[in-house]
C-alpha cells in the first residue's frame, strides 16, 4: 500500500485532526515536565511510585482544560507570534496556581508524597515545553508551505529600521514564498549585523551580492527618508538588474504595522520628482478661507486635486462644474466622504454643465457669487485638440471667455486660469488655443473698463472690471490621464514594447499635489495679469524615462545589440503639433516672488480693444467650423503659431 509523505499533506488536514495532535502533544509535554521535575527536585532518575502516578495523571487533566479556556487550541501555528505566546504564559500561570492547590489539598488529605516545590518547578518547565513545541512547529509548518509553493522570488531590504524589521515581519508570516536573503543599510555600523537571524550588508556590496544570491526583487523600506535621497539609492539600484519596489511613506505607516500588501512598485514621484517644498498656510488660506470658489474642470486630474486642496483650507461654499456626469458625480462623492472624515463643515455644490454656455456660467455666478475661481476646465490632449481644433478652440478659448465675462459680471475677486508650458511658442491648435486664453485675461486684467460684444451668446455690454486676473503656466503633471508614466506601466505588464516619439523629446514634470499646491499659492500672490510659471526643475528625457522604468522592473531592453532582451522600445515618430522641447517662458528675466518655486513672467500682450475683433473673427469660425479661417487666425493672434503645414485643420 502507498503511503503518502508526511510534508505539504499536513497543512490540509481537517481543523479537528490538527487540534486532537495538538492535545495529545501537550499531554505528553505535561507528562514530560512532570517526570523532569520529580528528577530535578529528587537529584536521581524518578520512576513514579505508588501516589505518585496519580499527580502524573492530574497535570493533564488541569492543563488541557485550562488551554482550552484561553483559546490557544484555536491558534493556528504557521502564524503564532508575540500574543499567542503571552496567553500561552498566563494559561500555564493559572495551570501552575492550580495545580500547587490541589498538592496542598492532597498533603492534607495524607494522599501524597510529593514535595510541594513539585507545584512551582513543573509548571515553569512546562511552559518552557510548549513554548518551544509552538516555535518549532511555526518554523516547520512555514518551511513545509514554502516547499509547497515555487517561488523564484529573492529579496533584499533596503532599510534595516523599524519599517524593514516590520516588512520581514511580514514577509515570514506571508502565504506567498518569499525568500529574503539579507538587509541593506547605509548606516556602517549594521552592516555584518543580523535581524532575526538575516544578515545585514552594506551598500558598497550590492554589485557583487545581487548576482551571487541571484537576487530578483529589492525592496526600499526607507519610509522617513527624503525624496532626493530615494533618488539617490534608487539611480545605485537601477543598474544592478532586480526589480525594485517600495512601502508607503511615513504617514501611511502610522499604525506601526507592515504587510505585504503594502509592496508596491515605485512611486512616479520616485522616478522623475524632487524633494517639494512645503507649501506656505498662510498663501494656500488667503483666497480659500471662508469663501465661496468655484473649480471648472473640477472631475480632470488637476481640478479634482485642486479640490481636494481648497476643501482643506474650509471655504465656506466649494461650487464643482463639469461637464462629465460620471468625473462630477466621483469627485462630488469623494469630497463628501473627505469632508465626513475630517469633520470640515463645506458646502459643496456639483453643477453639471460647459464652460461653452455662457448663460449657464452667467447664472452659476449670480446665484453662487464665487470670491475666487480657479479655470481648469480644458481640452489638453495634443493630438485629439489637433483632430479636433473646432472644439478645442470653443473650449479653450471661448470657455475662458465665457467664464471672464460672467467673473467680472458677478463681481468674482479672483480668477486664476490653469495654462500650459504649450502655450509658449505653440506648434499645435491646443497650445495656440491656451495662449489665446491667456492673452484674453491679460488684455481684461489691463482694462478698468471692459466693452463686450455679442461674443459670449449674450447681447453688448459694458463691465467694470473688479475682477483680479492671473494665470499658472506650468508643464506635465504625473499620473494624470494623459501622463507617459501610467502608459508605460501597462505597456511593461503587457511585455512591452513601451512607445516614445522621439529619442531626443524631453519634458517638464511635476506631481499633481504639487501643482495644485503651487496653483493656489500663485493665485494668491496676483497683482492683476499676472503670468505665473512654476519651477518645475529640470526636462527629463523621456526614452531615459522608459530606459529606467525597465531597468528597476528587473527587466532588460531588447535592441539591436542585446537581441535576447525582453522589453522592446520603439520610436513611433512626433504625433501631430508635437514639440520636441518645451519651454515656459515667452519673454526673460523672470521675477521672483514670495515662494522659491514660483516666478512671475514678463510678457507683452494685446489690448482689449485690439484683441476683441479678431477673437470674435476666431469664434464664429470655430462655430461654423471654418478650419483654414481658425488657422489664419491663431497665426495671426499667437506669434511663432505656424499650425500643421502637412494637413488642414478638421
Not at 93 to 121: D, H, T
Not at 405 to 410: I, N, P, T
Not at 635 to 649: D, K
Request: aromatic share 6%.
Amino acid at each position: 500500500m502507498h503511503v503518502p509523505r508526511a510534508t505539504p499533506n499536513i497543512l490540509a488536514w481537517p481543523r479537528s485532526v490538527k487540534r486532537l495532535v495538538v492535545v495529545v502533544i501537550d499531554v505528553l509535554l505535561s507528562l514530560a515536565a512532570m517526570w523532569l521535575a520529580f528528577t530535578l527536585r529528587l537529584d536521581q532518575l524518578h520512576w513514579p511510585q505508588d501516589a505518585q502516578w496519580a499527580i502524573y495523571a492530574i497535570g493533564p487533566l488541569l492543563s488541557v482544560p485550562v488551554f482550552v479556556r484561553f483559546g490557544l487550541y484555536r491558534a493556528i501555528f504557521r502564524y503564532t507570534g508575540l500574543a499567542a505566546l503571552s496567553t500561552t504564559a498566563r494559561a500555564t500561570a493559572v495551570y501552575g496556581l492550580m495545580l500547587l492547590a490541589a498538592l496542598f489539598v492532597m498533603q492534607k488529605a495524607g494522599l501524597s508524597v510529593v514535595p510541594r516545590s513539585l507545584g512551582i518547578l513543573q509548571p515553569l518547565i512546562f511552559l518552557m515545553l510548549v513554548v518551544t513545541s509552538r516555535a518549532t512547529a511555526r518554523s516547520w509548518l512555514d518551511g513545509l508551505a514554502r516547499r509547497g509553493h515555487r517561488s523564484n522570488m529573492r529579496l533584499l531590504i533596503y532599510g534595516a529600521g523599524t519599517a524593514g524589521a516590520q516588512t520581514a515581519a511580514a514577509l515570514a508570516s506571508a502565504r506567498q514564498p518569499y525568500a529574503l536573503l539579507g538587509f541593506v543599510d547605509d548606516d556602517p555600523g549594521k552592516a555584518g549585523r543580523s535581524i532575526n537571524g538575516t544578515k545585514v550588508y552594506a551598500p558598497r556590496e550590492l554589485a557583487a551580492l545581487v548576482p551571487r544570491l541571484r537576487i530578483t526583487d529589492i525592496l526600499l523600506a526607507l519610509p522617513s527618508a527624503t525624496r532626493e535621497r530615494r533618488n539617490q539609492i534608487i539611480q545605485r539600484l537601477q543598474p544592478l538588474g532586480a526589480r525594485v519596489r517600495t512601502l508607503p511613506g511615513l504617514s501611511d505607516l502610522a499604525s506601526g504595522r507592515v504587510s505585504v500588501q503594502d509592496i508596491r512598485e515605485l512611486d512616479i514621484e520616485d522616478l522623475l520628482g524632487r524633494e517639494p517644498v512645503p507649501p506656505r498656510p498662510e498663501l494656500l488660506a488667503r483666497n480659500l478661507a471662508g469663501r465661496t470658489v468655484l473649480v471648472t474642470g473640477a472631475g480632470g486630474s488637476i481640478g479634482s486635486e485642486l479640490c481636494r486642496q481648497i476643501v482643506r483650507e474650509q471655504p465656506q461654499t466649494l461650487v464643482l462644474l463639469d461637464h462629465s456626469e460620471f468625473a462630477l458625480y466621483s469627485i462630488h462623492e469623494e469630497l463628501r466622504a473627505l469632508c465626513q472624515m475630517q469633520g470640515r463643515q463645506v458646502a459643496l455644490v456639483p453643477v453639471l454643465g460647459s464652460v461653452v454656455h455662457y448663460a449657464r456660467l452667467a447664472t452659476l455666478c449670480r446665484t453662487w457669487r464665487p470670491s475666487t475661481i480657479y479655470h481648469a476646465a480644458a481640452y489638453k490632449h495634443v493630438p485629439l485638440v489637433e483632430d479636433n481644433a473646432a472644439e478645442g478652440v470653443m473650449n479653450n478659448v471661448l470657455g475662458t471667455l465665457n467664464l471672464a465675462r460672467a467673473a467680472m459680471a458677478s463681481g468674482a475677486a479672483h480668477f486664476v486660469l490653469v495654462s500650459t508650458d504649450k502655450a509658449v511658442r505653440p506648434t499645435n491648435v491646443m497650445g495656440a488655443s491656451k495662449r489665446v486664453a491667456e492673452l484674453i485675461l491679460q488684455a481684461l486684467a489691463a482694462s478698468p473698463v471692459v466693452a463686450f460684444d455679442p461674443l459670449a451668446d449674450a447681447g453688448a455690454v459694458v463691465l467694470d472690471n473688479a475682477t483680479q486676473f492671473s494665470m499658472v503656466r506650468f508643464g506635465n503633471v504625473l499620473g494624470s490621464s494623459g501622463s507617459v508614466v501610467p502608459l508605460f506601466r501597462r505597456q511593461l505588464a503587457a511585455g512591452g514594447p513601451l512607445t516614445v516619439t522621439h529619442a531626443e523629446v524631453t519634458r517638464y514634470f511635476m506631481t499633481i499635489t504639487e501643482a495644485a499646491q503651487l496653483v493656489l499659492q500663485a493665485g494668491a500672490m496676483a497683482r492683476g495679469g499676472d503670468v505665473f510659471v512654476l519651477e518645475m526643475g529640470q526636462p527629463v528625457r523621456i526614452l531615459d524615462l522608459a530606459l529606467r522604468m525597465v531597468d528597476l522592473s528587473g527587466l532588460t531592453v531588447r535592441d539591436a545589440a542585446h537581441p535576447d532582451g525582453e522589453i522592446a522600445i520603439t520610436i513611433t515618430g512626433l504625433r501631430p503639433g508635437e514639440k520636441l522641447y518645451e519651454e515656459l517662458l515667452i519673454g526673460d528675466n523672470p521675477e521672483p516672488t514670495e515662494h522659491p518655486r514660483i516666478l512671475r513672467a514678463r510678457e507683452e500682450h494685446l489690448t482689449w480693444p485690439a484683441l476683441k475683433a479678431p477673437l470674435q473673427a476666431l469664434t464664429d469660425a470655430a462655430r461654423h467650423g471654418a478650419s483654414a479661417r481658425m488657422l489664419t487666425l491663431l497665426q495671426e493672434l499667437v506669434p511663432g503659431f505656424a499650425g500643421s503645414a502637412e494637413r488642414p485643420l478638421p
